[in-house]
């Protein structure tokens, strides 16, 4: 059975930085794509970075562009993302995801496995 778990979520003050991880059990790591998407209240979920299976690509959306950081260790089955300079816009709830990308596109494909989630919470 598949699992991924979310942690590192919590309150942050707008202007500071929060760091996610995501650990992966019950599949093989490093065949898959990941990538971290967010949920807004009476927003649709949205993707928010993307890395290949060897961490090699990634992809941004331009609200996190340069902000945010997505690495992966697929030694120890775990995804990160770093986000710094947060601002209201961000607080969201921050999924995990394992799916499929394309290298020359860089377009990732969102599968079925899906963590929990972690409250990503920026005050002002």
């Known amino acids: 059975q598949v699992h991924l778990v979310e942690s590192g979520g919590g309150l942050a003050q707008s202007g500071g930085s929060l760091k996610l991880s995501c650990v992966s059990s019950?599949?093989?790591?490093?065949?898959?794509?990941m990538a971290w998407y967010r949920q807004a209240p009476g927003k649709e979920r949205e993707l928010v970075a993307a890395t290949s299976s060897f961490g090699g690509s990634t992809n941004y959306a331009s609200s996190v562009k340069g902000r945010f950081t997505i690495t992966r260790d697929n030694n120890i089955n775990t995804m990160w993302l770093e986000m710094t300079r947060l601002n209201n816009e961000d607080t969201a709830v921050y999924y995990c995801?394992?799916?499929?990308?394309?290298?020359?596109?860089?377009?990732?494909?969102?599968?079925?496995?899906w963590g929990q989630g972690t409250q990503v919470t920026v005050s002002s």
């Open positions: 019950g599949l093989i790591f490093g065949d898959y794509a």
């Open positions: 995801n394992a799916g499929s990308y394309n290298f020359f596109t860089r377009v990732y494909y969102p599968d079925k496995y």
